[in-house]
């Protein structure tokens, strides 16, 4: 009878070692598609709140800011009206119209408006210079394309400006004129 | 039996897992990192919006102090011993005690922000504020005339530097002059004074000429909430006015990486005549009498105003707006132009959604003004009645000009004794249970401007009615029905006694008359608020015209007054200039000071009371009820509602001001934009 000769040092791994072995590679490979899938989840998770994240807080800083400047605001179905001066609402608002006094009794005013233009909404700024009476025709400035609605209402004697982002998120700011 | 077992291939080392795991494990960190920087970079943003916001509430909070800081350092510049501590009163203080305020209301003690690991983080807090000067946040924001770093720009005519400045100059109101050694106090503290007038080298936003009206001038109401006034409309005012320019944020760009901002302000005094046809520094009810009878016969065009205020019945202001300081409490039946003033009108909320929905927005005119307001609920605005009350009948001095730093003194300005170009002191009477005249010391201003003194004693150089002279001579005495002793005013008289005196001043000087007791007297008695029966009075005779009256005519005294018959009863035509049309109602301006008033002397005949004017109060307090139109007639019995006409008006032009008349400060600040 021949002998199979045996050395002292296991040449191979026997079937339930790689059993476990591959058994735990499974269980390491899911938990890493897992990950994976959580990482990426997580990331979609916060570009759809890039908007209240890193944009809004800038908008409202900005609209913080130029409200306070004002003494009087008035709220508008459209730039239209906002323009013209006539039609004030207190809901449904696209156009909020505010008036800038300077100490000797001029005036000078400016609208920031929700439009489409060119396709893509926009938040506007127009600003109409002390002494002037015709509004620009292009906005001064944009303050921001990345809303979808803006919403500027005052129902409770407080400027309510709600903010709809790309992916439907919605943020709501409140105050009023110094 | 045959076994089969795996191998090792020669060179197989597992690099493929090696890759595999690394690459897996640099996807997530990416992804990780990727989220990280996301999450600092919006917390930064936010951070950066929030500490604009704050910068934008603390120099609100800065601003209301200001409001009520200034007035308070200017009056007290204007007191005797001001100039004993003069630090008290600049800009620097005045600045530095605003942050005190706004740091008082909301500030985190250091210590605890400290405690807490936060010492070095940028509070939030309206009031938490790093600065260690006050010209770390403000600063004039033009050169001044005489060099020099200060606060503030001042609104007068030494100040051209700021007044040309391309950033300011065309957004400011006109320039005062005065003289350059209150310009170098204007500099440095709030100066009211009767030095600071109107120049016709600045005349913007005037509305008669700064020649012909240089103290008080037309001027449009400022559109601001508290409606005193109506907004845009022209009222009688001087505007004391300076210029300053607030930066935050700069001391600490470096940490905050945020780029300060400079805005630039003008913090206003308006001196402001009292002119509204009704005004209390006291609880005044308008609409009905104490005895709840209903205001008969009364128009009322133009604005009233109280500390407090409450309507009843029927209200109906043709003009002007309702305001008080604390609240207005009105009836159902209370109007503005035919518009109801409601009871809730100024309820939180209430006034926004108002303004909000006024659809009224032309070009220029979204103001939030509504037909009543309250004082206290409107932002940066102040309004201070400058009332001295009973203090007002008397004469105190105000020292040495350089013991306080204002050239004009505050008793000087804000009582109506010291004002009085002609005074009369009782010096002597018959006995102190009579307080019957028999001696008095005459005083009135010559054509240089001094005073002469002359005293008139009965039985010497004082005839009576019926002795020679006495017919013409303007001051007489008398016992009227109640038995009260009177010192009768001849007011047809005292327009030629005036003529006829030495270097006389003439009437458009000596305009005004200030009666009281001496006080020094063990017989002449200092009358009793109210009067008692044994308390002498004066009496106004022979007033019906005050054509001779050039420049108006003004009578204080502490005495009670009897208005004996008609007075000022004639129209002259309206000066020229004056802003009023020519064919208008016009009366030479006059104004009474007195503790009481009785209309008639008899106890018996009660005549109808025309009144057409103004009425104010020298009651002060909230607890103190002003009722306008109760008026007391000879007999003091209330004048029936039947027997008084009264037709309120408001100035029309500083034409129409009296020589002496009291005073109000509007204090508003306003940016420029």
Known sequence: MKKHATSGKAKGFTLIEMTIALGMTLGIASTIVGILQQQVAFIGLVSRFQFLRDEAPMIDSLLTTIINKADSYRIYGNIGNAKAGSGAVQEDGRALRLRFRNPD????????????????NRLNFYLQPQGQTSWPTTPSWTISSRPTLVDFSNTSGILLIAMTGPNGEQITYAGNPD | MKTQSFRQRPGSRGYATITMVTSISLLIVSLMAYTLIGSIRSFDNQARAQVKQDYSQKEDAILGALIHIVPNKAMGAMRQGSASNPSAYTWDTIFSEALAMANAEQAVNPQLLNSLNLGTAISANTGDTEFTSVSQFVNAPAGTYSGGSNRVNGGNWWEYIMLGDARVGPKIPAALQLPHSTYLLDKQYPIISFDKTYVSWYTKGLGLSADTYPLYNLIQYPDVKFGYK????????????????????SHNQERTGIPSVTKDYVLSIYEVPSQIPLSAAALMKVGKFADGTNWENVSLDGSIFADKLTTEGTVALSAGAISAKKNVTVSGQTSVSGRTVSEGFDNIGAREERAASANSGANNSLSDFYDASVGGNVGRVAFIQINPGTDTFINTSDGAASERISPTGWNAYSRAAPKAQMTLEVRSVTSSSDQMPTSIRFSYRNSSNALVTTTYTRGSNWPTDLQTGGSTFPFQT?????????????MDR????????????????????????????SSVKIPSIPSLTSDMAVSLRGG????????????????????????????????ANSGISSGTTYYPPLSIFAPEKRFGESLSIQSPIELTGQLSSLKTGSSDTFNPLELLSGSDARVPAGSLNADLTTLRSPAELPPIHMMNWLVTIEEIH
């Open chain 2, 478 to 490: 008398a016992a009227l029905e109640n038995a009260k002793r009177v010192l009768i005013v001849h």
């Open chain 2, 494 to 521: 005292l327009p030629a006694f005036i003529a006829g005196l030495s270097s006389t001043g003439g009437m458009s000087r000596n305009n005004s008359l200030y009666i009281y007791p001496r006080t020094d007297s």
């Open chain 2, 544 to 575: 019906n015209s005050l054509t001779a009256y050039t420049s108006g005519f003004s009578l204080v005294s502490r005495y009670r007054v009897y208005i004996a018959d008609s007075l000022n009863n004639v129209q002259v035509p309206a000066p």
């Open chain 1, 105 to 120: 009794g001029t005036v000078s005013n400016a609208i920031i408006s929700f439009e489409n233009q060119a396709g893509k």
């Open chain 2, 230 to 249: 109506r907004p845009g409309e022209y009222f009688v005012a001087k505007r004391n006015w300076w210029v300053f320019s607030l930066t935050f944020g």
